[in-house]
């Protein structure tokens, strides 16, 4: 059974700085595509970065670029999403999320690319 379980959202100020962690279980965690997600009430889920756990190609998504650092521990098959920087338009809830096989995106991941997601957890930035 594919678990995976974000943590680390929170309220910040402008400036700030958040990392989500994203433990996952039951997957082949060497070779999987994992992502972040971010989704604001009425708008659509958005991709904020994504890469391939064996290597390869990172997304981010432009609102994010320089801030923004996804990274892995492989030992704890554990996803990390560093937010610096942070701003009041990154208030939203965050989405971890699993593909079990390569990455692959034209443009820009889409969420029905992705097979496993967490419950999510929410981040607020107040100016």
């Known amino acids: 059974q594919v678990q995976l379980v974000e943590s680390g959202g929170g309220s910040r100020q402008t400036g700030g700085s958040l990392r989500l962690s994203c433990v996952t279980s039951?997957?082949?965690?060497?070779?999987?595509?994992m992502g972040w997600f971010r989704q604001v009430p009425g708008k659509e889920r958005e991709a904020v970065a994504a890469?391939?756990?064996?290597?390869?190609?990172?997304y981010y998504a432009d609102s994010v670029k320089g801030r923004f650092t996804i990274s892995k521990d492989m030992a704890k098959s554990t996803v990390y999403l560093q937010m610096n920087e942070l701003k009041p338009e990154d208030t939203a809830m965050y989405y971890c999320?699993?593909?079990?096989?390569?990455?692959?995106?034209?443009?820009?991941?889409?969420?029905?690319?992705?097979?496993?997601w967490g419950q999510g957890t929410q981040v607020t930035v107040s100016s």
């Open positions: 999320a699993a593909r079990p096989e390569s990455c692959w995106w034209v443009g820009t991941p889409r969420d029905s690319a992705f097979n496993y």
């Open positions: 039951g997957l082949r965690f060497s070779r999987v595509c």
């Open positions: 890469f391939p756990t064996s290597g390869g190609s990172t």
